[in-house]
């Protein structure tokens, strides 16, 4: 007979559980860990088979999240995180940024490099108007004619829906981060539980068990 219920065994001892991790969640940070190497090993080997095996744009920060037939077994569990672990997936995702370096690598309209979505999510009416939809932050950033004076390649003239999305994407873009070009584009995990950069899947599994419900120092 079960006397407490599992996912309150599951919590951490901070939250009043007996703190023994979720096998679930616990084998989604070991493959989302599989994840962040491929957004940062960029030059690996193993990464350029994978991308050389399976179609995948090696200038991805994040591999496809539907699966093939094709795909192998292991590959196609790093794919299913998203659907077998919501909570944890979505965390990762919102934990791990990119930061920009020269540009060269970011997709300026699908990469979430400035703010808390892609461009191309945000501002959908000026996204199906542009005639460059694949171009990198560094083109984007070279079409600029002055320092506050941007480009857009449209294939017509706004509307006023349009104009009004435009500017938005304007005030968004004053207080984007600038390029650096004496560096490359990279990924950090933000989660405040740990340094910037300082990904691990320990972090990953205590950062989002914490959402899960509060903390209290009674335990001590």
Known sequence: ????????????LTQG????????DM???????????????????????????????????????KSSYKHSRDWKDILSIGIHSTNVYNFYIDNCQIQVGDGSRIKDRHD??????????????????????????????ARKSSPNNWNFPIRRVLFSGELVEEANLLGL???????????????IWASASTSPGGFSVSSLYS???????PHSNICK
């Open 1 to 12: 007979m079960h006397i407490v219920i599992w996912g309150e065994v599951s919590n951490s």
């Open 17 to 24: 559980g007996l703190g023994i991790r979720r096998i679930r």
């Open 27 to 65: 084998n989604a940070c070991l493959l989302l860990k599989w994840r962040w190497k491929f957004g940062t090993q960029v030059n690996f080997l193993w990464r350029r088979s994978i991308c050389s095996k399976y179609n995948i744009d090696e200038a991805s920060w994040h591999p496809p999240l």
């Open 112 to 141: 979430r490099w400035s703010g808390s979505s892609s461009l191309k999510s945000s501002f959908p009416l000026l996204f199906n108007l542009s005639t460059d939809k694949e171009g990198s932050l560094q083109q984007f950033m």
């Open 173 to 187: 873009l004053s207080s984007a981060p600038s390029l650096s070009i004496d560096r490359a584009d990279h990924l």
């Open 207 to 213: 950062a989002s068990n914490s959402i899960l419900g």
